[in-house]
Structures are given as structure tokens and as C-alpha cells.
């Protein structure tokens, strides 16, 4: 299969959306956003889960579920009038302004279009009241514009694998007809792994390289599906390189069942990877092994996907050059967003990697004590 260069989001514009009062920030191949809690990265993640809904009809029921139209307008929407966002992805750009309700608190739209690089002109959406112009069953100025940007912003997901309890929906046996694409919480973890090996050897068996990397324990996975043919089901588990017995999921460490599920999400085939990867904190649970593989992987994958991370972690950052680097503070109670360059750092990058720089506190995104 041909695979088609990725569309990158390679501009992102914000007014008044949470704690972000105004940005306007370009975006890199690698993206990771350092700052103290609170500064406003989980704010800047959540923007794609938004938009995600808003592309899938979701929109209203996203919104009251996370406290209603109000608490996503910067201080309320008494202080902040409209919510405005600007994307420009690839040679297309979508923009939409939102007011606030009042009846029933929820988001008005106000202004939706798309753009295309070869043509000056507004292409405008507009959909059913309280969702987007994005969706079929709205109207467009361009369908084909639109039907671009949309795809754009389904598959946008944000990825949180911090879930790694029993009751997990990884652990939980599947359906084998799970979609083929991977969920942003790895629910269909087994049914995706089984098409890969069935599929895709070479993607898999690059997955199965990269946790032998952090687990040397580690043989395979054990994929039998079960239950009567087109309804079967599928339970995740694993081969113990000593042992024949399979064992279940739940015998895995949190952090080796955390990395397994980057290791799915980063060396799927690229044709099923999504344009841009989100991610908040992957290093939580990691061995420092673990984090020196993942950004390894990362750094590679990102010559063809975007990606867009948050980080605490100074073991991580360590891996990555000034350019990747977003820093994150905030005054006065709005989060500001700032690009590293290198040459301004030039001096401490002969004895330091960028994560000893940022815990010096010499980059800003650290606590004001």
C-alpha cells in the first residue's frame, strides 16, 4: 500500500478557551509541553478531545459532561465574551467561534468555515443547532474541504493508557470485529494485536522487538479467539519466554502494560497510525530504561506522524532537542506558551540535555516557589 505524506497541524490559534487567554503557536514535527500543574498543558491536551467530539457530533453531550459551556470559557463567560479557534492543517485550515447560551448553558455556534491554501476564499459550514457544520448532515460551501478537515479531526485523539486496573478495558476480553483503529484508552488492544499478526508481521513483530526491549520476560502474545465464528471474542494475554502456559493481562507490571500499549499506538503500520498522536504524561510508570526507548521511538516515528505529548518527567525531556520544546507558565491566571531556541540556549547545551535545563529552572515551566 502507497502511503500518502501526513498532513501535520503546523499552526494552532486559541482565544479564550479555559485557562488559554490568546495563543497563537506553530507546531513542530515533536511537540512536548513542559510546565509546572496548573499551568495549562492538560488545557492545551484537552482541546483535542474537544475538537474530536465537535468533528464527531458529540460536541453538546462532551460539554455537559465537563461542567457545561461556563467552565470552558476563560474565567467564565461573563469575562470572556467567545471562544475562538483557529487549526491550519496541511494546505486546509478550520476555524469556529463559539458564544456562550445562557438558557441552557451550553456553546453557540457563532462562525464555522474551512480554508484551503489555493483559494482566498471562506468556505462556510454550518450544521444543526448545537453541533458543527463539519458533520454530513450539515451544510457546506465545499464538501470536499470539509470532508478533509473532519477526517483530520476524527482521527486527532488524545491517548491517556493510565488505566491499568483489572477492570481496565484492555484486560476485558473483546470482540474480534473491534474497529481498526486504536482506541484512545487501548480497548481494543487483543483484537488489534491479532489483525497485525495476522496482517501486518512486520509492524507486529516490530512491537513484540520494542517490548523485549524493556522486558527481556517477554515471548509473544497468546491471540486464540473464542466463542462461535463472527462473533468471537478475544482476551489479552502473554507468553512468559520460559513458560508455555499463557498468562493473563493482568500479570503484566502497570508500566510494562502502559508501554505495550505505546508500542501499539507508535509501530502500528503508519497507514493506520493517526496524522497526530496526543499524548498527557506517557512516562508515568516507566523505567528510565523504558523512557530512553520510547523517545527513541518517538524521534522516529515522528519523521511521519505528528506528535504532541505533556511531560513531568526530566529523564524523558533529557531525549529531546530545544526545538521539540513548549513551555508552559502562567500569569495572572492565563496560561502563556512559549518555543525554545536552541541558539539562546547554545551556552548550556555544551555540558546539559534539555531536561537537566529545565529542572535547573533555567526555561521557565517550573513551580514559582
Known amino acids: ?46 482541546l483535542f ?24 470559557f476563560h474565567f467564565g463567560s461573563k469575562k470572556t465574551p467567545a471562544i475562538s479557534l483557529d487549526l491550519k492543517v496541511g494546505a486546509n485550515g478550520y476555524h469556529v467561534d463559539f458564544i456562550h447560551g445562557e438558557t441552557n448553558d451550553e456553546l453557540v455556534f457563532e462562525r464555522e468555515y474551512c480554508t484551503f491554501e489555493a483559494s482566498s476564499r471562506l468556505f462556510y459550514v454550518k450544521g444543526k443547532p448545537g453541533e458543527s457544520g463539519l458533520l454530513p448532515d450539515g451544510t457546506a460551501e465545499s464538501v470536499y474541504v470539509r470532508k478533509y478537515t473532519r477526517e483530520y479531526l476524527e482521527k486527532c485523539r488524545v491517548y491517556h493508557f493510565h488505566d491499568t486496573s483489572p477492570t481496565a478495558k484492555f484486560k476485558q476480553a473483546q470482540k474480534l470485529s473491534a474497529t481498526f483503529r486504536f482506541e484512545s484508552d487501548a480497548g481494543n488492544l487483543a483484537p488489534l494485536l491479532w489483525q497485525l499478526k495476522k496482517s501486518f508481521t512486520d509492524s507486529y513483530q516490530e512491537i513484540l522487538a ?12 497468546y491471540l486464540e479467539p473464542a ?25 503484566l507490571s502497570d508500566g510494562t502494560a502502559r508501554f505495550i500499549c505505546m508500542a501499539v499506538l507508535f509501530l502500528q503500520p503508519e497507514w493506520l497510525r493517526p496524522d497526530t498522536i496526543v499524548l498527557d504524561e506517557p512516562e508515568l510508570g516507566l523505567h528510565p ?19 504532541i505529548c505533556s511531560t513531568q518527567s526530566v529523564t524523558f525531556a533529557n531525549h529531546f532537542s530545544p526545538e521539540d520544546f513548549i513551555v508552559v507558565d502562567q500569569h495572572q491566571g492565563a496560561s502563556c506558551f512559549k518555543r525554545l531556541d536552541a541558539e539562546e540556549l547554545q551556552h548550556w547545551l555544551e555540558n546539559y540535555a534539555m531536561g537537566d535545563i529545565w529542572s535547573k529552572n533555567l526555561i521557565g515551566g517550573r513551580p514559582e516557589w
Open 289 to 307: 530504561a523504558a523512557l530512553d526507548v520510547l523517545a527513541d521511538i518517538i524521534k522516529s516515528v515522528s519523521q511521519t506522524t505528528q506528535v
Open 227 to 251: 466463542g462461535q465464528k463472527g462473533d468471537e471474542s478475544l482476551l489479552l494475554r502473554w507468553l512468559h519466554k520460559d513458560h508455555d502456559t499463557p498468562f493473563s493481562a493482568n500479570q
Open 1 to 46: 500500500m502507497t502511503v500518502q505524506p501526513k498532513p501535520h497541524l503546523h499552526q494552532i490559534k486559541i482565544q479564550g478557551f479555559k485557562s488559554i487567554k490568546k495563543l497563537d503557536l506553530k507546531l513542530n514535527p515533536i511537540n512536548i509541553l513542559i510546565g509546572a500543574n496548573g499551568a495549562g498543558k492538560t488545557n492545551f491536551i484537552s
Open 49 to 72: 478531545t474537544f475538537l474530536r467530539h465537535l468533528s464527531e457530533g458529540r460536541l453538546q453531550s462532551y460539554v455537559a459532561k465537563n461542567g457545561y459551556a461556563s467552565s470552558f
Open 210 to 221: 520494542a517490548i523485549q526491549t524493556i522486558a527481556p520476560f517477554f515471548h509473544d502474545f
